[in-house]
């Protein structure tokens, strides 16, 4: 029997692997892919274990690209023979590569099933066992071939028996485990599905979007029983996620529901505590949870400085969308960025010293982008309006401060009428609470104690002129309330109005 001619792929774009995958009947035509490597560095790991005969790899790559691991391949496996995938633009990486001694190279706008069969053929005339074909008894595709072309998208051409031989039972289902991928998880996973679960068929499947994923096959009235015995295995380690998708009866639907357990994925990140996912048994979610984020709202407040009233709005919106679980992922992360950006430009806009929170919002998208969990995605936030707030409270007793400026000269224009800490207020805009905590922030004395202490000041000035009565003194500063004004005017000098005359004129 002719031994395969065995294939890595090597590219940093899913897709354009997924096609080479599938543009030929690959052991049809005497080849059989081993592997697929994302970049140059990946794939050298893989030739040392797999020993391809060809290597097909794109130009341009991250960590190493394609020119790189065509000169190392050379150099250390001189007889594995390498095609490249190139861009029109990447002629002069090209010519590198032939160089080095690629076999041949393909450009992708025309990267099709005829010319890479034409490219692996002349590629494969180096290797004496190689003839084109195998007989049609050895060319049936596998099991797990057929897995894969059903979620990648493509149909198959299985014969029934074939695939009633394999999966003997009703239904189907699908399970992914997730948690730091190694050899040893993956005997783990394997041993107890087999121990725990009688009479159900169980087949690997090959995919990179979850650590293990297997596709069960089954009767129906053994559904129960497999939900129970995943959620026992699943306490042997809570750091390993498990998730179950819907049943299903035709195999041909496969990718229907392996894009269900990739949505579903994601749920880890927000039910961290919830080890086992399984599609019917998802906790309720919040209905007002949903709601848009007012930003207008939001910076409208912000640029009024009622900073407590537009924090408090954005706490409450964030908790709310951490409790969406079925929220993207990247979009939860992305609000949270946009959120930090927008809060660093209007301190820079309201004259605050933001100049440190300029530095680390970048730290802060980093990290909040690297966030396993939603909990800690959500501190990431908290820490960063804990800086935000300390800038703002950093100009206490800053009388400089153009909105405090404004309030003072207010009270001194009109100390001498029946004004309040409400009416002020309102003619602000501001919030009656908010206005009370700025003005205590940003004074040494609240606005009663500032508003008596202006007035007290406004009565000296006449007492010591002589020429109006005390009772009269006491209405022109403000106050309806002649006995109220002696009373102010003793605790804050020290001795009643009538006194402090006498000293000026006795």
């Known amino acids: 029997m002719n031994e395969w001619c065995k294939v890595l792929i090597v590219d940093d774009e899913v897709l354009i692997r997924q096609g080479i995958k599938h543009y030929i009947n690959w052991e049809q035509e005497g080849f059989q892919i081993v592997g697929e490597a994302a970049n140059g560095r990946e794939a050298l790991d893989m030739i040392e274990k797999l020993d391809p005969h060809i290597v097909i790899t ?43 001694g690629v076999a041949d190279y393909i450009l992708k706008p025309k990267l099709d099933g005829p010319e890479l069969k034409k490219a692996l053929q002349q590629a494969a005339k180096k290797f004496p066992f190689f003839t084109t074909g195998k007989n049609s008894k050895d060319t049936i595709p ?49 041993k107890n599905l087999k121990l725990h679960l009688k009479d159900i068929s169980i087949h690997p499947v090959a995919t990179t979007d979850l650590d293990i994923t297997y596709l069960l096959n089954f009767n129906i009235d053994k559904l129960p029983s497999i939900h129970e015995s995943i959620k026992v295995m699943s306490t042997s380690d809570r750091e390993i996620g498990w998730i179950v998708s819907e049943p299903f009866t035709l195999i ?24 086992v996912l399984i599609y019917d048994e998802l906790p309720s979610q919040l209905a007002n949870g949903n709601n848009p984020f007012n930003l207008n709202r939001f910076t409208e407040d912000f640029k009024r400085e009622q900073f407590d009233s537009a924090f408090d709005y954005l706490e409450k919106h964030v908790d709310d969308l951490s409790r969406q679980y079925t929220m993207d992922v990247f979009e939860f992360k992305s609000f949270l960025g946009n ?48 800086e935000a707030n300390t800038i703002i409270t950093s100009k206490s007793n800053d009388i400089s ?17 029946s004004i309040s800490l409400s009416e002020m207020a309102k003619h602000f805009h501001f919030n009656p609470s908010y206005l009370s905590t700025f003005f205590n922030t940003h004074n040494k004395e609240g606005f009663s104690e500032y508003l008596n202490r202006i007035r007290i000041e406004k009565s000296v000035e006449l007492l010591e002129k002589g020429t109006v009565s005390i009772s009269e003194i006491s209405g022109m500063v403000g106050y309806s309330d002649h006995s109220y004004f002696t009373k102010v005017f003793k605790k804050m000098m020290g001795i009643s109005p009538s006194s402090y005359r006498k000293r000026f004129f006795t």
């Open 58 to 100: 794109d130009i341009v790559m991250p960590m190493m690209d394609g020119e790189e691991l065509t000169r190392a391949i050379k150099k250390d496996y001189p007889n594995i023979e390498v095609i490249v995938l190139s861009s029109f633009g990447d002629f002069d990486y090209v010519r590198s590569t032939f160089q080095s």
């Open 142 to 190: 596998t099991i797990e071939q057929m897995i894969e072309k059903l979620i990648s998208g493509y149909e198959i051409d299985h014969p029934l028996e074939t695939i009633t031989e394999v999966f003997p039972y009703s239904h189907f289902c699908l399970l992914g485990i997730n948690g730091t991928k190694s050899r040893q998880l993956e005997e783990d996973a394997e």
């Open 252 to 275: 041909t639907d496969l990718k229907i529901y392996y894009d269900q357990l990739l949505k579903m994925i994601q749920y880890h990140f927000y039910l961290q505590n919830n080890s």
């Open 339 to 386: 959120i930090i950006f927008n809060i660093t430009v209007l301190l820079g806009n309201m004259d605050y010293d933001n100049e440190a929170l300029e530095k680390e919002k970048y730290s802060y998208f980093a990290s909040i982008n690297d966030a396993t969990h939603v909990k800690e995605a959500t501190a990431l936030l908290h820490s960063f309006l804990a």
């Open 401 to 417: 401060h153009p909105n405090m400026r404004k309030l003072l000269d207010y009270i001194e224009r009109h100390y001498a009428e």
